[in-house]
């Protein structure tokens, strides 16, 4: 049987049941005495069982529950017996996966081979059966083999040793004849075997869901124990090199950009603040590479692209997250059409190339469709729509538009949120939001957004008070986001200004002035298309996940405060 995860909540400053508050420091050494204590007692010639404290009498409460030093006090066994816990090198041959690709069904019952492999993996079930032992190694992708020790193959003594000394979760070195056994199972027939890395801690129990905390602070244990866990990671990294591969395919240059920055821009956040001490300079981390990227383009890097960790200080909820992948490219002589057919097909191929279809299915067990042509709708025209009065772009004096304080009063009218600073654009985006945001399943692009929410984007060619810029929309929520380039330094600069100006009546999201970037557009940068795309909303499309789900290493709370 497998055991039971250990778990302990230890803060600083108190603990539940009233025991005496430890900083880390004094735990740490307490679990160091306690090590310590162990081991000399296992070199003094006391058994295991004598080794450890099951009251933990000597080390209360904080010190190692009894499962950890059992196996600390296997540790100092073996190295009192001569054996490294922890080797550096061992006669690995090959991998699970290859003796299984190789031998699967090929064998009959009962059958045996001369061929030997030595191959290492996790120990995920022990049975032991007198003389003979049977062991269930795993490789990391989960692919399982069985290993059999036999006191007549390997000896007495060595077959004791395994016995006392392997648990689950040990990291295990087998070396021996392929065979099958007499239930026709694809086994390793032990001549020698020896631990690869001894796992002070247990596993969880492995036929059981991991509850969601373990999942998020110990990603590494949803690995071990949850193959759609070890899935997301391999998903993950497939889709990355899908989206390298299409960039490629259209000659696309790779880069990488700051990610501290004197100036934070490249979109609407609330960005994170820290300091360099070396330049006694306050800097901000990345909430896009988007100004940086346009200059590649300055430089005569025409097609760029990057995918970066971006950082922003707002909310955290299913499908967003304060440290998050994004995927900027930028395109000279495209426009907001151009780069939307292009993500069309990074989204598409990502979808072919990770699960073999456009049609993909979620982890409720539903199928969605990213296929064939995808739909698009005005904002202005569709927000006509739902209200029943048509909404008109504010143009500037020529063009009024429909003013602020009537946009204001259907908001209230219909309890839409409103912001501190407020003006056209913002109400025109939080009404859209309040009728369509969520309701969007099927792929679709929301094009034509106000001037006022879009600082770096080039004026509609034909619409007064409109930018050319899109939102594409997947199952409820924004996936990616593409314009046609402003690159007109003077209209950027009124653009910046107009921003800063609302950082100053209480905005924190507004973009900075950035006179580096004023500088570089006065250059002269060509006419361009551009995007940006969460990785991580990706996978939330491609799955059906949640965000946290699709991060690796999710940033969480710590338990310490």
């Known amino acids: 049987m497998t055991e039971p995860i250990a778990t302990e909540e230890i803060t600083v400053e108190e603990d539940a049941n009233g025991v005496p508050a430890m900083t880390t420091v004094e735990r740490a050494q307490l679990l160091l005495d306690q090590d310590a204590a162990i081991t000399a007692r296992i070199q003094e010639g006391a058994t295991l069982d004598e080794a450890v404290d099951p009251s933990n009498k000597e080390f209360g409460p904080q010190a190692h529950p009894e499962q950890v030093q059992m196996r600390v006090a296997k540790r100092a066994m073996m190295l009192k017996e001569g054996l490294n816990p922890y080797p550096v090198t061992l006669d690995v041959t090959g991998t699970i996966e290859a003796v299984r690709a190789k031998y699967d069904g090929t064998l009959e019952a009962g059958q045996e081979t001369d061929d030997v492999v030595g191959v290492a993996g996790r120990v995920l079930f022990i049975r032991n059966a007198g003389g003979l032992c049977f062991v269930q190694l795993a490789a990391g992708d989960g692919t399982t083999i069985q ?139 990345r909430i896009a590479p988007e100004l940086f990227l346009k200059r590649c383009l300055v430089g005569g890097i025409d097609r760029v692209f990057e995918i970066n960790r971006d950082f922003r200080n707002e909310g955290v909820d299913g499908t967003h997250a304060p440290e998050f992948t994004m995927v900027e490219a930028y395109e000279a002589y495209g426009n907001y059409d151009t780069i939307a057919a292009l993500v069309k097909e990074l989204v598409q191929k990502t979808a072919k190339d990770v699960f073999g279809s456009t049609t993909v299915t979620l982890l409720d067990g539903t199928e969605y469709d990213l296929g064939g042509e995808w739909k698009t709708m005005s904002m202005y025209d569709s927000l006509s729509e739902a209200l029943g009065q048509e909404i008109v772009p504010n143009g500037g004096p020529g063009h009024p538009g429909t003013s602020v304080e009537e ?9 839409v949120e409103r912001d501190d600073v407020e003006n056209h654009g913002k109400l025109v985006e939080h009404l859209w939001e309040h009728f369509y945001e969520d309701k969007l399943y099927e792929p679709t692009f929301v094009r034509d957004f106000p001037v006022e929410t879009s600082p770096l984007v080039k004026a509609h060619r034909s619409k007064p008070g409109v930018v050319e810029k899109w939102d594409l929309y997947v199952r409820g929520f924004e996936l990616a986001t593409g314009y046609s380039e402003l690159n007109d330094p003077i209209v950027q600069r009124e653009r910046f200004v107009a921003q800063a100006k609302d950082a100053l009546a209480g905005d924190e999201e507004a973009c900075d002035i950035d006179e580096d970037f004023l500088e570089a557009l006065g250059v002269g940068m060509p006419p361009a298309g551009g995007m940006g795309m969460g990785i991580d909303r990706l996978l939330i499309a491609l799955t059906g996940a949640t965000i946290r789900e699709t991060i690796t290493f999710p940033l969480v709370k710590p338990l310490n405060g």
């Open 147 to 285: 290993a059999m020790l036999s006191k007549k193959q390997i000896g007495a003594d060595s077959l004791k040793l395994f016995k006392q000394l392997v648990d689950l979760g040990d990291h295990l070195f087998v070396k021996g004849r392929v065979i099958a056994s007499k239930t026709g199972e694809l086994s390793i027939f032990a001549d020698e075997w020896a631990i690869a890395a001894k796992a002070l801690q247990p596993l969880p129990t492995l036929h059981k869901e991991l509850n969601e905390d373990t999942r998020t602070r110990k990603p590494y244990i949803g690995m071990i124990a949850d193959e759609k866990i070890r899935n997301m990671v391999r998903n993950r990294s497939k889709a990355v090199s899908s989206l390298r591969r299409t960039f490629d395919d259209h000659d696309f240059l790779e880069v990488e950009t700051p990610m501290l920055q004197t100036v934070h821009g490249g979109a609407a956040a609330r960005p994170f603040t820290t300091h360099m001490n070396a330049f006694d300079l306050d800097l901000y981390l």
């Open 407 to 415: 946009l204001g009063r259907i908001a209230d009218k219909l309890g």
